[in-house]
């Protein structure tokens, strides 16, 4: 009878180990790893408008694109990608399912309709990277889920695919 509380002992004991090191913080910086698949931190509405005082515990009112597109400058993406790019954000921002579609195709253009049921504004692109075969671009923003009334941080990922002719084209969002 011993050996099995012993074994028990021992089971209980790593289960404690392992919990009590799942809880604690993670060293990889959170802005800085382009690999997280989902970034949504809750914020209060009254930050994310302190400027204005209409919107404070308000929320969001609309969706909206304060990305300076002029300003945008990276390597990895072509003046063609950016402006696909700013075409699908201006499609999500005025929740315009035909532009969406034009972008993505009907069929991948109707699976994306979920992106423009929530209020979000558009503020920043990170810089893309290219990951397997893909090239990635993160959008940052701030989100408002419908029926909720927590606004929060999030971050929309544009994937480009080459095509047959080798060129980069808008394929998904996640």
């Given at each position: 009878?011993?050996?099995?509380?012993?074994?028990?002992?021992?089971?209980?004991?790593?289960?404690?180990?392992?919990?009590?090191?799942?809880?604690?913080?993670?060293?990889?910086?959170?802005?800085?790893?382009?690999?997280?698949?989902?970034?949504?931190?809750?914020?209060?509405?009254?930050?994310?408008?302190?400027?204005?005082?209409?919107?404070?515990?308000?929320?969001?009112?609309?969706?909206?694109?304060?990305?300076?597109?002029?300003?945008?400058?990276?390597?990895?993406?072509?003046?063609?990608?950016?402006?696909?790019?700013?075409?699908?954000?201006?499609?999500?921002?005025?929740?315009?399912?035909e532009?969406?579609?034009?972008?993505?195709?009907?069929?991948?253009?109707?699976?994306?309709?979920?992106?423009?049921?929530?209020?979000?504004?558009?503020?920043?692109?990170?810089?893309?990277?290219?990951?397997?075969?893909?090239m990635i671009?993160?959008?940052?923003?701030?989100?408002?889920?419908?029926?909720?009334?927590?606004?929060?941080?999030?971050?929309?990922?544009?994937?480009?695919?080459?095509?047959?002719?080798?060129?980069?084209?808008?394929?998904?969002?996640?």
């Open positions: 009878m011993s050996k099995i509380k012993y074994t028990v002992a021992i089971f209980t004991s790593v289960a404690l180990l392992l919990s009590a090191c799942n809880q604690g913080s993670s060293s990889i910086p959170e802005q800085n790893n382009p690999s997280l698949t989902s970034k949504e931190k809750q914020i209060p509405a009254e930050e994310a408008h302190s400027s204005d005082p209409v919107q404070k515990n308000t929320g969001l009112r609309a969706s909206s694109d304060e990305i300076d597109w002029e300003q945008v400058h990276d390597k990895l993406l072509s003046n063609e990608m950016i402006a696909e790019l700013h075409t699908a954000v201006d499609a999500i921002v005025n929740h315009d399912q532009a969406l579609d034009q972008v993505f195709g009907s069929d991948v253009g109707a699976a994306l309709a979920y992106v423009m049921e929530h209020t979000t504004q558009f503020r920043d692109i990170a810089p893309a990277y290219i990951e397997d075969e893909r671009v993160p959008v940052n923003g701030i989100r408002q889920l419908q029926g909720d009334d927590k606004v929060q941080q999030a971050t929309l990922f544009f994937y480009f695919m080459k095509n047959s002719k080798s060129e980069w084209h808008l394929v998904t969002i996640d």
